[in-house]
């Protein structure tokens, strides 16, 4: 089941930048996913269709794309085309992350590029279950909207001790129940050890990701997630489907 989009927007994400740059592993595929627009023809429906959708799209950056029909979901009126292309993955990517960290009320969460797109939604999502969240960043500017605009804690994302050197002045001797990592090198082990036993390590970068060799011989108490939702919507599209659904019902609001 298929369908035909005439597009509207397109959002951009850090994967389709590495893709560009030819530094994403392994086949990146097109750039391009996060599509709004107008389904013209729906398989599902064997009929034309006039009706505005978003989700994730085969090769969108053109005026019309094709999609497996369960990748996209209804747009809500509230909604425009341009707002609704920022949602899918960087929404997605952080309800996959705090599913499997089982994240809930109380359990501080350290994000880190907090003022990238998906450390947005996680600030969003992490203040919705009541969690607190500790967010690493670099410039000084970034610093000062998060003191002003999230109820974040932040840290620094260029040095990985400093990075630590702020948690532990925040927590003292308590630790944190999950990480959303996209930092690379120090960070990783310096995250995994601002973690209490049975945290949880949730993987969404693309460089120095450990194995899960490494993990288990460094820290076996720590549960450890690498998330890459292009795998996830191929292997799981009634999943992904269910997510977006989700999506779409939360944003109606």
């Given at each position: 089941?298929?369908?035909?989009?005439?597009?509207?927007?397109?959002?951009?994400?850090?994967?389709?930048?590495?893709?560009?740059?030819?530094?994403?592993?392994?086949?990146?595929?097109?750039?391009?996913?996060?599509?709004?627009?107008?389904?013209?023809?729906?398989?599902?429906?064997?009929?034309?269709?006039?009706?505005?959708?978003?989700?994730?799209?085969?090769?969108?950056?053109?005026?019309?794309?094709?999609?497996?029909?369960?990748?996209?979901?209804?747009?809500?009126?509230?909604?425009?085309?341009?707002?609704?292309?920022?949602?899918?993955?960087?929404?997605?990517?952080?309800?996959?992350a705090v599913e499997r960290a089982e994240l809930r009320s109380g359990c501080a969460i350290a994000v880190h590029a907090v003022m990238g797109g998906v450390g947005l939604k996680a600030v969003e999502y992490a203040g919705w279950l009541l969690a607190p969240v500790m967010g690493s960043a670099g410039?000084?500017?970034?610093?000062?909207?998060?003191?002003?605009?999230?109820?974040?804690?932040?840290?620094?994302?260029?040095?990985?001790?400093?990075?630590?050197?702020?948690?532990?002045?925040?927590?003292?001797?308590?630790?944190?129940?999950?990480?959303?990592?996209?930092?690379?090198?120090?960070?990783?082990?310096?995250?995994?050890?601002?973690?209490?036993?049975?945290?949880?390590?949730?993987?969404?970068?693309?460089?120095?990701?450990?194995?899960?060799?490494?993990?288990?011989?460094?820290?076996?108490?720590?549960?450890?997630?690498?998330?890459?939702?292009?795998?996830?919507?191929?292997?799981?599209?009634?999943?992904?489907?269910?997510?977006?659904?989700?999506?779409?019902?939360?944003?109606?609001?």
């Amino acid at each position: 089941w298929r369908l035909l989009l005439r597009v509207c927007a397109v959002g951009l994400n850090f994967r389709d930048v590495l893709n560009v740059l030819g530094e994403y592993p392994g086949d990146p595929g097109p750039p391009g996913a996060d599509t709004a627009g107008m389904v013209v023809v729906d398989s599902t429906l064997s009929q034309e269709t006039d009706r505005a959708a978003f989700g994730m799209g085969y090769a969108p950056l053109a005026s019309v794309a094709s999609s497996l029909a369960n990748l996209f979901v209804n747009q809500a009126t509230a909604l425009t085309f341009e707002q609704a292309c920022t949602l899918p993955v960087t929404w997605s990517t952080t309800h996959a992350a705090v599913e499997r960290a089982e994240l809930r009320s109380g359990c501080a969460i350290a994000v880190h590029a907090v003022m990238g797109g998906v450390g947005l939604k996680a600030v969003e999502y992490a203040g919705w279950l009541l969690a607190p969240v500790m967010g690493s960043a670099g410039q000084p500017h970034k610093h000062a909207r998060l003191r002003t605009g999230c109820a974040v804690t932040s840290c620094s994302s260029r040095v990985a001790g400093a990075f630590a050197a702020g948690v532990v002045r925040e927590v003292g001797s308590a630790r944190l129940h999950a990480v959303l990592s996209s930092l690379s090198y120090d960070f990783v082990s310096v995250s995994f050890a601002v973690l209490g036993e049975g945290g949880a390590f949730q993987e969404i970068g693309k460089r120095s990701v450990w194995s899960l060799a490494r993990h288990r011989e460094c820290f076996p108490q720590i549960s450890y997630c690498t998330i890459a939702l292009d795998a996830d919507l191929s292997h799981t599209p009634v999943w992904m489907h269910s997510v977006l659904c989700l999506l779409a019902d939360r944003s109606s609001f």
